[in-house]
């Protein structure tokens, strides 16, 4: 990675020391302050912010392989917008749930948008151009916007996916994607219906 961008969206716990502590140590790493904006303008407010065309999602309490952008990267093309990967999931204690494989094709992977499990947002690896292009994250599309996002992204070029476990996904009751899961579901399905899934890739799909 050349740069490290952490959004700091009003912490109110030592997070904010941590990462000074952090910084001091690798160059690489830069605090950007948000004053409790809220997780979309703090995720629009990383990628305007980020020096580079390509920017890699983490989650600090997920865990990744350590090949996850050497290997996703590998399927940068001049019409891909989006790339994810395979990933795991455990709860709390640690326990393995399983694992979440990725779509075949890129075709594949647009039409799994309409389950949106395929797609991990902590493991997503996205063109920021791409993405300032088709609007970012939208602010009236929470708890959903990542799904959102991914819809646009696939309606303007292609979503692609590594066959590969590279995320390690922590279950938590109280995690924004825990606490508002009833709501993200509808909201999802009211933004299927608005934005859509490509006809092309349906019918690369069904033949």
Known sequence: ADEIL????????????????????????????????????????????????????FDVDDRYDKSRLTEQRKLISNTTSAIFCDYSFHNPEGDNLGVIPSAVSASACALSLVSSQRTPHPGVLFNKNAVLDVGAYQKEDFPAEDISLWLRLAKAGQIVSVPKVLLNYRLSKKSVSAENRKLAIFITSQLIRKIGINESDVKNCLS
């Not at 959004?7 to 302050?33: C, E, F, H």
């Open 6 to 57: 952490v959004v700091d969206d009003g912490s109110v716990d030592s997070t904010l020391q941590i990462l000074s502590d952090w910084s001091k140590r690798n160059d690489k790493v830069r605090i950007i302050k948000s004053e409790g904006a809220g997780l979309v303008a703090a995720l629009n407010l990383g990628i305007f912010e980020a020096s580079n065309n390509w920017i890699a999602r």
